[in-house]
DNA sequence: TTGTAAGCGTTATCAA
DNA sequence: TTGATAACGCTTACAA
C-alpha cells in the first residue's frame, strides 16, 4: 500500500505537502502540485480514509440501521440515502435486518469511530427507546413517526392520514363495512396506518370491529391468507385496506381464486403504491409515499445536525401520503382511464418510470 | 468521547491492558479485567474503530459497489450480504445506484484504507473492465457472470440456462413464435437471459427476428409499452419472455388493457420469482434465482480471499435457476393447483413466506 | 500479569 | 510557499 510518505519522496516534497495538495489547500506551488499530482498517479495514491478520519475525527461516512425490512421499500430508502450521501460525499455504513433492540443498539456501537451520525429506523417503539437509552449524545436521525420532541430530529411518512385517506374514500364509495389486514405486531408504520383506519371510520360514526382486523406481516402471503377471515366476518365486509401492497397483492390473488368479484363484491386499496400496484388485476389503489425522498430528507436532517455550524436544532418532518386511484376500489371503470395513458401521464412522479 | 486512555485512568491500569481486555486477550488479571470492565461500562467507552483498523491495517469492513439497481434485486442481494457479513462480524460500506464506470472506480476509491475487500457488481462489461483495470489488486468479488478467470473471484445466476428453460418449455407446448422483453442495453445479465432465449429458438430450430426482440429497461412500464410491439409483429407470437419479472407484470397489465387473453392468445414468462408473481393474474411463470444466496456467497468468496489463510485461489460459483410453473403459460389449469396450497407448499423455498 | 513505547497514515500547528 | 513534528486512538512487541 502506498502511503503519503511514498508520494512525498517522488515528488521530492515533504509529506505536509502532499496532504495540502489532496485537500485542496491553495497555498502550494503549482508546479509543486502538478509533481505530487503526477507522482500520486504514478504510484496510484489515495489517502487512507481511516487515518484520515482519525486526525480530522470526520468520517464522512453515515451509519445507516434498518430493521428486517422487504422489497421495494427497502430499496426505495437506502436508494434515497444514497443518492443524498453521495452528492454530499458521504459514504454509507449499512447494517439492516435486525429483529431486536439488543442487536440494533449493538451494530450501532460498533460504528463508533467509524461514522459521523446515525439514521435508524426503529420497527417498535421498544427498538426506539432502546436505541435512545443507548445512544446517548451523537447525532442521530429517527426514519419513524415518533418520539422525544427533542431528544433528536426524525423523518417520517404521514401514515395515518394516508390510511385515513384510503378508508374515507371507501366510505364515500357507499361502503359500510370496511375491513382492514393489518402489519406485523408492534410495527409503528402499522399502528399508524391501523389508527387512519379506525380514524376514518369513527369519523363516520361506523363502528370497528376486532373481527374487521385482521391479522398480517406485510407478505403476500399474509394477504392471501386473511381472504378466509375476510370471507368468514359476519356481516361480510365489502372492502378491506390493506397496510401494504404486498399483502393487497394478496388479497387480490386470493380474492380471485376464491371466485369474489374485485371490485364488485370486494374492493380493496393498499398502501405504498409500489410499482406493480398498475398491473395488478384490477389496477391497485393505493396510498402512494415518497420512499425515497425519505431517505434523502433523512441524510438532509443529519447532515445539518452534524455540520460545521455545529448541532442544529433538532427537527421533526413529515411527508404526505396521497391516495391513488385505480379500479380495485371500483371509483372508476377501466375504460375511462386506459392504463398505457396513465402510465405516460404518470412519467413525473414516479422516477423509474 | 471517551478514549482508552480515561478508561486507565478509571480502572488504574495501563492503556495496554484495557486494548487486551477488549481484545479478548487471556494474560489478564481476571480481577484487573473487571475493573476495566466496569470502567468502561462507566464511561460507555468503545474502542474507536478508524484508529484500531489503522493499527491492524484491518477494517473488518467490506465495500459494496452496485450499479442502479430496483426493487425486490436489489434488496434481496444486500440482504444476503448483511446476514453473511454480520456474521463475520464484517460490517458494510454500500454505494449504489453507479451509473458509469467513473462514477464506480471513484467510489472504489473513496474506500480505500475503510474496507478489506470489495464486492462489486458492474451491470456491463464496460464496467467491469474499467473496475478490473484500476483496482489493481485489491480482494475483489464480482457479483456477475464474467470474466479474466484469475483475475478475480465471481458469482453470478446461471441467467443463460434459467432464460433457456423457460423458452424451451414455451417449445415444448407447443409455441412456435416467440417473442422476448430485452433487459437494458449493455446489461450482462439481459444479455445471458436474451442468450438463453436464443439458444433455446436455436436448439429447437426456430428462427430469431429482431422483431421478435424488443427493447426493455427491467421496468414494469417497459412491459406495458413492448404490448403494441408484442401484438404488431407479423406473423403474431403466441408467447412472450420477459428478462424480468417487473417487465412481465407490464406485459400482464397491458395484455390485460388490450383484450388479449393470457395463457390462451399469449403465454408469459418472467424471470427473478419476485413475491408479487403469484399474485398477478394470472399468476406468473418465472424463473426462480435465490438472489439473497447471491449475496451471501460473494461475502464468503471474499472472506476466503481476505481471510488469515492469505489470498485464496480465485474461484467462480453460479447459481442455479429454476423454472417455477405457474398458470401465465398454459401449462396448468387454475383448479388443479390452487394457490392457497401452493402458497404453504412453497414455504420451505422462500424464506420471506 | 502488567507497563512502556513505537508505530499505523494522516492532518494541522508551528517555524522557517 | 514549504518542512518538521506533534497529535489522533489504538495495537503490539519488548521489558519488567
Redesign the interface.
Known sequence: ?TTIRDVARAAGVSIATVSRVFNGNPRVGEDTALRVWDAAGEL?Y?????????TT?R?Q?LGVLLPD????F??EV??GI??AA?RAHF???????HADPIEIVA?A??????VDGLIIMASDRGTAEAVLGFL?RQPLVFLNPYLDPDGCSAVSIDNRAGGRSAVEHLIALGHRVIATVRGPEGNIDAEERLGGYRDALAGAGLSASPQLELPGDF???A???A?SGLLAAVPRPTAVFAAND?MA??L???L??AGVAVPGEMAVVGFDDI??A????P?LTSVRVDVCELGRRAVQLLLETVGPDGPAPCRREVLPARLVLRESCGCRS?TEL???AR?AGD?GERD??
Not at 109 to 114: H, K
Open positions: 500500500m496510484d489515495w489517502p487512507n480514509g481511516a487515518a484520515r478520519s482519525l475525527s468520517t461516512t425490512l422487504y422489497g421495494d427497502f430499496s437506502i436508494r444514497d443518492q453521495r459514504q454509507i455504513l449499512l447494517s439492516s435486518s451494530a456501537r460498533a460504528m463508533r469511530g467509524r446517548g407478505t403476500e402471503t394477504g392471501f391468507r381472504v404486498a397483492a394478496g387480490l390473488g386470493g380471485r381464486d410499482g406493480v398498475r398491473c395488478l388485476t389496477p377501466r386506459p392504463v398505457l402510465g412519467s423509474r418510470i
